[in-house]
């Protein structure tokens, strides 16, 4: 490709120079390996001074017994267990999750069974066999994984069109039709599920305060939504591209979405079709309606990508890059973070090490929530996106031997601290059906522009406060959780996180023994719904011929 502009480079990550304010130097600790999430000894100090023991008022429950009370052990466990990944600057903390020696012991082999299925998955076993296709988002950031060099010239040759294409629109280099002088604006995404809940978790994580075009989505079948996204867009319509995202290409909630926007169009007297891309499998019937129609570009969906991680296939990468977001940047976080993930120590594991946690904390059965909480207001749609992430793969009725057995893991969350004001109470003394993951970000803002609210205390200072506040209180009542950090909300981190949870819920599948990648209870749905429809139609035409 000629041109690659910003958006598109890959250069190092920032938060390599990153030097947070107040934060306690490593080296002063003897305990602690080179690096450590700063930060976090704030709060391990913070519970070495406080007496846990006497901070429970419920019961101790056989598990709960194996929570570490003492301090000072609590800090060992710290220790041991923690997880970094220098290059990242991420880090993960399962002290807080109580797994004994015997119960890690007792994983190790299932572990490797997990890891083994994964090394079958990227080498291209068909890993879902109701659809009888291979599972292969892996080699989208690392195309040289790829089974066979046509799929890793397809990759390499869809990020070079991606980069290509957003180069142009965004320079002006492609115009709206009707705006000859101007350049496209706005982004109107139509799609759901997978083809929406990443790019909308991306664009509120990592798009700038002016990007060079904004985007706006349709995900759902509501008249009044669609005309809410259509009424915000005014004039502007003129200069929007609509980027049509559906794996399948027959989503019914996207199609009616499309047949809106193009009425939209036309009522404007526009041309969809100069304004109109659509991201779907080759041949699908969005692919061939847009190919018949004339639209302005298509990009390859791959039946190797499930669209619940599509995020780094055109599906994500495409709007991303419109965005003025780093696409190689996040490829390279999520590439750092698989080669991490391949590890077949489980400490050093940091996929493994959730997946074990997730599995004591729910008893392998999903018997406890997961509430995912970033303190950070741009990682708000995290859990949302981890919720199809998390529960489309894991909540299965039947495991690989035919068994039922109902698995999952309910995944709920928003942001800290503004939950600490909705329902941290209940989480605190209330019905023990959850354990937490907190996502905690160092740097507060870019550097040079923070200040004191009050003497020595910045605003971020409180945001991590609340963090540690809610963390020790929690654990003082027995309630486990999970803590990840990272430097700062960057491309790199972003990809680094999606790519450690899609890892952790295939390992966790290969420890419950399910299909993490396909989706029957879904279709269940859609058929019901469609033959509520049919019947809606029937019913119509009775009344039709009756009046
Ligand atoms: O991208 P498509 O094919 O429109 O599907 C959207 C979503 O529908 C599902 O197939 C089922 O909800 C999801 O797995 C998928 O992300």
Redo the contacts with the bound molecule.
Sequence with gaps: MASISGFCSSSSSPAAALKPRRLISPQKSPLLRPIVAPRTLVSVARDISADLSTNSSIPLSPKSAAIEKDPVNLWRRYVEWLYQHKELGLYLDVSRISFTDEFFDSMEPRLQKAFLHMKELEKGAIANPDEGRMVGHYWLRNPKMAPNSFLRLQIENTLEAICDFADKIISGQIKPPSFPEGRFTQILSV?????ALGPQFVAEALAPDNPPLKIRFIDNTDPAGIDHQIAQLGPELASTLVIV???????PE?RNGLLEVQKAFRDAGLDFAKQGVAITQQNSLLDNTARIEGWLARFPMFDWV???TSEMSAVGLLPAALQGIDIREMLAGAALMDEANRNTEVKNNPAALLALCWYWASDGVGSKDMVVLPYKDSLLLFSRYLQ?LVM?SLGKEFDLDGNRVNQGLSVYGNKGSTDQHAYIQQLREGVHNFFVTFIEVLRDRPPGHDWELEPGVTCGDYLFGMLQGTRSALYGNNRESISVTVQEVTPRSVGALIALYERAVGIYASLVNINAYH?PG?EAGKKAAGEVLALQKRVLAVLNEAS
Excluded at 191 to 195: A, D, E, N, R, Y
Excluded at 245 to 251: A, E, L, P
């Design positions: 799609g759901i599920g997978g083809s995202i559906s794996k399948s290409g027959g989503t996207t499930g669209g619940r199809q489309e989706q879904v």
